[in-house]
């Protein structure tokens, strides 16, 4: 059995950066991914290729994007060689000051000040590239700000996108030819279901990619499912960590030594795997664990046209972003052409106390527009037709993971819940389908459960002072145990408002630029 100086769970942001950044450092690495390689031609045309766009193992399906509903959130996140990097819309906003200043963590540093050149370092590494080509969903969104008096609160996203001729392939445009060649972006809109045309920058084609040249190695398809302290059960002798096969019927178990352990398996790999362990193996981990569950106070809202001659599918996944205030962000997001698997559990938004109140208004909706309603019903191309909303806001709502029968359950730790009727959320909707000549929609577990949904799930395992306020300490590290670290998005300590990928890249450079080189033998 090879003993590694690190093992990786995960190679999402967190994960994809660890290990570049560590073997920079002369460290050996392995990482141990659950999900698939996707390579170019692997991703599915359409969303409705739910094989190969949704991961479901107990179906057969072997995706990039999870699905997962608890009591009180839906939640959306990625699998694979690259983790959320492969579905993800590529947006990379930095969050306003606030982020920083929220939370158990704030205390702890003047974070917007030490975290500025490794979020310099993130969007470098990611390739971010201002979107250069606005589209019809963008058009209306900056229609919808000179509407509001804010144009200048409008802007084009940051994307990390290859902007090159259209499918033109190149020699690697960002790392000095270190880099794989690569394609120009087609504004296809088809970011979420994978890249088809090699111009996303997702991590297999930068931090992973450079990390695999230094000798990092990738292990797909298996699953960690334990993790044990070896000798006096500190840390200080290492780990064992178990994997099994995720893809296969019969489970082939395989155990792995290392130094150092990250977890960096996103908050619902490192809820699910760290809580069961916090019973077993890891007795000594925070209180904390699983609690301050971040759900960056989304509402994801459709606005849906019957008019059969636009095309809403044209554009990058999510092309411009609009600061509604000083907590609150708007942006347009698309999926490519005939990706309609959405229609499928679309019902009216509407504002209620209790299911009953809500049902009632829906029904009164379908009442005063029944053709409207019929026409939407059955849009040609739902994708071309329909955009979504993305209403993310900084304030802080919180929820708590905890082990259930079968499952992880949620449960509310302290503060407010989030809600899926957000009345600004809503107000803005409406705003930007009168401007699409549209209707408002929301998936039915929001009309009727009130439950939101988010692709932005953060936090449980926050930084704190101690082990009585927090997981991990300012520099990652695990409170309870040596050479363990948690980088990931469960890391995340308050809500940024926004897209969160850069700041978990940015947190995680940080987080690797406090280690020391290895100590030559
Ligand atoms: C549809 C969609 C669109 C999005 N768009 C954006 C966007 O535009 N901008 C943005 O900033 N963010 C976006 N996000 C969110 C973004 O993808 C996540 O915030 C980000 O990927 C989280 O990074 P992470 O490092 O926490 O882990 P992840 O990227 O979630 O990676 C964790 C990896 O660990 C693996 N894993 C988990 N448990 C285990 C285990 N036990 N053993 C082995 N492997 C394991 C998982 O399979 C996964 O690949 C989007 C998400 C979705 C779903
Ligand atoms: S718009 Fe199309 S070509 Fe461009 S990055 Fe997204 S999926 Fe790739």
Redesign the pocket.
């Known amino acids: 059995m090879n003993q590694y100086d690190y093992i990786i ?7 994809s950066v660890s290990a570049l950044r560590l073997a920079e450092k002369g460290y050996s690495v392995l990482v ?4 698939k390689w996707y390579h170019q031609n692997d991703f599915p045309k359409t969303n409705w290729n739910l094989k190969k766009w949704i991961w479901l193992p107990s179906f057969g399906f072997y995706g990039i ?1 999870k699905m997962t509903f608890y009591s009180h959130i839906g939640i ?10 492969l ?6 906003p930095k969050p306003k000051a606030s982020f920083y200043k929220s939370g158990n963590w704030a205390k702890l540093a003047n974070w917007e000040e030490e975290l500025a050149p490794h979020y310099e370092t993130a969007k470098q590494m990611l390739g971010a590239s201002l979107n250069p080509n606005l589209e019809t969903g963008d058009n209306i969104l900056k229609d919808l700000a000179k509407t509001r008096n804010q144009s200048e609160f409008f802007k084009p996203t940051e994307v990390s996108v290859f902007f090159g001729e259209p499918e033109e392939e190149v020699e690697d445009p960002f790392f000095n030819g270190k880099g794989p060649r690569r394609s120009g972006c087609t504004f296809c809109g088809a970011c ?1 279901t994978g890249c088809r045309h090699n111009a996303k920058n997702s991590l297999d084609k930068n931090y992973l990619y450079l990390a695999q040249k230094l000798g990092v190695e990738i292990i797909s398809q ?4 334990n993790v044990v302290a070896n000798g006096i059960g500190d840390g200080s002798q290492g780990y064992t960590i178990s ?1 099994k096969s995720s893809t296969k019927f019969i489970k082939k178990h395989q155990e792995y030594k290392a130094k150092n352990v990250i977890f ?7 809820m ?2 760290l809580l069961k362990l916090k019973e077993k193996s890891l007795p000594k981990l925070s209180n904390q664990l699983g609690k301050y569950i971040l759900t960056n106070n989304e509402a994801l809202i459709f606005s849906v046209s019957d008019d059969a001659s636009k095309d809403l599918s044209k554009g990058i ?2 092309g411009s972003i609009m600061d509604v205030d000083e907590n609150t962000h708007l942006e347009v997001v698309r999926y490519g052409e005939n990706s309609g698997f959405w229609r499928l559990g679309m019902l009216p938004n509407v504002i209620g106390n209790n299911i009953f109140s809500r049902i009632g208004n829906m029904i009164l909706k379908y009442f005063k527009s029944p053709i409207k309603y019929l026409k939407l019903a059955f849009v040609k191309d739902f994708a071309k037709q329909s955009i979504v909303l993305l209403f993310m806001q900084q304030i802080d709502t919180t929820l708590q993971f905890k082990r259930g029968w079968f499952r992880l359950k949620t449960g509310i730790s302290h503060g407010k819940k989030p809600s899926a009727q957000i009345p600004l959320a809503y107000e803005l909707a409406d705003q930007y389908s009168k401007l699409n000549n549209a209707k408002p929609m929301v998936l039915l577990t929001e009309t009727l459960l009130n439950m939101p949904s988010t ?2 799930i ?1 936090g449980g395992a926050v930084m704190g002072a101690s082990s009585d306020d927090g997981v991990i300490d300012k520099t990652s590290h695990v409170f309870g145990y040596k050479n363990m670290m948690i980088c ?3 890391a995340i300590s308050s809500n940024p408002g926004v ?4 700041s ?1 890249t940015a947190i995680t450079e940080h987080a690797m630029s406090l280690l020391p080189f290895k100590e030559k033998s």
């Open positions: 769970i995960g190679s999402g942001f967190g994960g141990i991914e659950k999900g994007m959306l996140s990625g699998t694979g060689v690259g983790g959320g990097s579905v993800y819309a590529n947006t990379l979420m298996q699953e960690v499912y994997a960096a398996g996103g908050v619902l790999g490192n699910n795997l996944a999510i692709a932005h953060l990931d998005g469960s897209n969160p990928s850069l978990i």
